[in-house]
Every structure is written in C-alpha cells, then in structure tokens.
C-alpha cells in the first residue's frame, strides 16, 4: 500500500503538512487529550496519526466528499482503528451532537471558521482547546497582493478578519502561531463565557 502522504499528493489530496502535524501531536499529548472532533477528514490521514498516539483516544471526524470518505474508511480499517475512529460521511452544517470533545481540530472550509467555532463551541469540554489549521493560507495572509484570483482574496481576506475578530475576542485565549506549518491557532475558551 502506498503512503497515504504519497496518495494524497499524487491525487492532490490536501492533507496537514508535517511541522503541523507535529505541532497538532504535541497539543493532544499537552492537553491529554482523549476525545478529538476533527473538521474535515479527506482521506484520514490527520485521523490516523492522532489515534496512533495513544490507545485512549476516541475520534469522531466529517468529510463530506464521497470519494474521500470511502478513501478514509479503508485506511482506517487497513489500520484497525475503526472501533477509534468514527467517520461521518456528511456535511459538518448538519452535523449536530451533544458529546463533549477535549480537541476540535478544525480543518475543512477556511472561509467557515468562525461559523464552525460558533457551532461547536458548546462541545468543547472544561480545559479543552480548538485547533485551526491553514491560517496562514501559503503566506498568502500576510500578502494578499500575491493572491491570483478574486475569490484567493475574497477568502484570505476572510480568514485575516477570523484572525483578528478571535485573537480580539475577551472570552478567548488565543495563541496564534503563523510560522508554523501553514499557520496555527490554538484557542480557549475562558470559563462563564459559554
Ligand atoms: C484539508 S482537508 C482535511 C485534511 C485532513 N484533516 C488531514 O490533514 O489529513 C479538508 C477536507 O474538508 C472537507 N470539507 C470541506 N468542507 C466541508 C464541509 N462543509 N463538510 C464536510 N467536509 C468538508 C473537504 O472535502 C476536505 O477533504
């Protein structure tokens, strides 16, 4: 079987660059994170490699495109870790639960950020964190004079401003790390603001 970091490139399949994943890693072993809810699958890579930190670790991810989510399914079996990891193979604006998770990985539509921070920030458990990933968007936050097309501008544009509205924002704790991956947000929410 091929690398899934090999199929995902050969079939342009974006998936959590390596210093990410790292960083993503290190957050689940400093929060002991044992519940994750990740925000778009693609071919279950991310997934993978969080339940394979620790045999503890329940993970419950959304992909919406078929193709993606059979993909994912394969993989997870061909790992074993389908008792793990629960896939939906649905859109995450229909997505509704009551569970509550120590990790939400956020990883789908950058332009829904805000909305899936709104959406599911009643399933963050006490201490637990939201993490986002692609903020930076390949640098092209930072420059948005680089973008090559309207809607590139249109949606970095939108991601600065989710950006700034939540580093803002009083009832979160916020630490932003551009430089890592393609940009990483790491964010809290302070107790009585639910
Ligand atoms: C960057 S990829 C996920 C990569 C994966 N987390 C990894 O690192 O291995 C984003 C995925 O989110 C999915 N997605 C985007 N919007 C979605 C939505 N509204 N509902 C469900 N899945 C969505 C896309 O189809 C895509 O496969």
Redesign the pocket.
């Known amino acids: 079987m091929v690398s899934l970091k090999e199929y995902a490139k050969e079939h342009h399949?974006?998936?959590?660059q390596d210093e990410g994943l790292i960083f993503l890693l290190k957050t689940i072993n400093d929060y002991r994170c044992k519940k994750i809810l990740?925000?778009?699958?693609?071919?279950?890579?991310?997934a993978i490699q969080m339940a394979k930190l620790d045999k503890a670790i329940q993970i419950v991810t959304?992909?919406?495109?078929e193709e993606?989510y059979k993909e994912a399914q394969k993989n997870i079996k061909y790992e074993g870790l389908e008792n793990r990891i629960v896939i939906h193979n649905?859109?995450?604006?229909d997505f509704e639960t009551n569970e509550l998770f120590d990790l939400i990985f956020v990883?789908?539509?950058k332009a829904?950020y805000g909305k899936y921070l709104k959406k599911f920030k009643k399933n963050l458990a006490n201490h637990g964190v939201f993490f986002f990933d692609n903020l930076a968007f390949h640098g092209l936050v930072e420059h948005p004079e680089l973008c090559k097309s309207r809607n590139t501008k249109q949606l970095v544009k939108k991601i600065k401003k989710f950006i700034e509205e939540t580093l803002e924002n009083p009832n979160y704790s916020c630490s932003y790390y551009p430089d890592i991956g393609d940009g990483i947000m790491i964010l809290k929410i302070k107790e009585n603001t639910l």
């Open positions: 399949v974006p998936i959590i990740e925000l778009g699958s693609a071919i279950g890579y991310s959304i992909e919406k495109k993606l649905m859109n995450i604006d990883d789908a539509a829904q």
